[in-house]
């Protein structure tokens, strides 16, 4: 059976679930980062020696890096659905995962870790704010996208939707201001609906 080390509340581990969830893949989920340890274990070490999670393990192959996972079991479980058939299609998936890890995740980093993760006192107030615009202009860009289409690649939900499900739950929960993205929010609601979303990614923000 498919393994994932990582703990629950870690946004890369979510990604991870939530693909799980929409394929109805079953899984064995170990603990592991912060404070369940694990991840600096020689053990662990050799399978991800970054020491982060998440970690998979799937009939002896080992995998890190949640948006590799995302596309393997997407490839391997979901052709024509969260993996789109059509190439071009799949690129433009593609291509928003890896938008969210250049472009978004940087500022989300700083905004959530600050806000959550930092005591008061200690919050780089300045960093926050400019990392919070420049977030309200990627999700200015992802609502341009959103105009003509229910999801970020088209008509349907792909893995595409994946890396900027779990950032919109950070970004409409967290304590920032927002400028109104009317086709963000449109789009949110639909994956709020979602079962796998509701399960593993509409949880405390810790
Ligand atoms: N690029 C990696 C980043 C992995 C990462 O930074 N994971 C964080 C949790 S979100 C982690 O392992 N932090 C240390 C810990 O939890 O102990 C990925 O997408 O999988």
Same mark, same amino acid.
């Given at each position: 059976?498919?393994?994932?080390?990582?703990?629950? #509340?870690?946004?890369?581990?979510?990604?991870?679930?939530?693909?799980?969830?929409?394929?109805?893949?079953?899984?064995?989920?170990?603990?592991?980062? *912060?404070?369940?340890?694990?991840? #600096?274990?020689?053990?662990?070490?050799?399978? $991800?020696?970054?020491?982060?999670?998440?970690?998979?393990?799937?009939?002896?192959?080992?995998?890190?890096?949640?948006?590799?996972?995302?596309?393997?079991?997407?490839?391997?479980?979901?052709?024509?659905?969260?993996?789109?058939?059509?190439?071009?299609?799949?690129?433009?998936?593609?291509?928003? *995962?890896?938008?969210?890890?250049?472009?978004?995740?940087? #500022?989300?980093?700083?905004?959530?870790? $600050?806000?959550?993760?930092?005591?008061?006192?200690?919050?780089?107030?300045?960093?926050?704010?400019?990392?919070?615009?420049?977030?309200?202009?990627?999700?200015?860009?992802?609502?341009?996208?959103?105009?003509? #289409?229910?999801?970020?690649?088209?008509?349907?939900?792909? *893995?595409?939707?994946?890396?900027?499900?779990?950032?919109?739950?950070?970004?409409?929960?967290?304590?920032?201001?927002?400028?109104?993205?009317?086709?963000?929010?449109?789009?949110?609601?639909?994956?709020?609906?979602?079962?796998?979303?509701?399960?593993?990614?509409?949880?405390?923000?810790?």
């Amino acid at each position: 059976m498919l393994k994932i080390w990582g703990r629950k #509340n870690s946004i890369n581990v979510q990604k991870v679930l939530w693909c799980c969830g929409e394929i109805g893949l079953k899984y064995e989920r170990v603990d592991a980062g *912060m404070q369940f340890g694990v991840v #600096n274990t020689p053990e662990y070490r050799k399978l $991800n020696p970054n020491g982060l999670v998440p970690t998979i393990e799937d009939d002896g192959f080992v995998l890190w890096e949640s948006h590799a996972i995302v596309r393997y079991l997407a490839r391997r479980h979901s052709r024509g659905k969260l993996w789109p058939e059509n190439d071009k299609a799949c690129a433009d998936a593609d291509r928003w *995962m890896d938008w969210y890890n250049t472009t978004v995740w940087p #500022n989300m980093r700083t905004v959530f870790w $600050n806000l959550v993760r930092v005591p008061p006192e200690k919050r780089d107030v300045a960093a926050v704010e400019e990392a919070r615009k420049k977030l309200a202009e990627s999700f200015a860009i992802a609502d341009a996208q959103l105009a003509g #289409n229910a999801y970020l690649a088209g008509k349907e939900f792909t *893995m595409g939707d994946i890396p900027m499900g779990v950032a919109a739950y950070r970004w409409f929960n967290l304590p920032i201001e927002r400028p109104a993205h009317r086709n963000v929010e449109r789009w949110y609601q639909r994956i709020c609906e979602r079962p796998a979303y509701k399960e593993h990614c509409m949880l405390p923000l810790t």
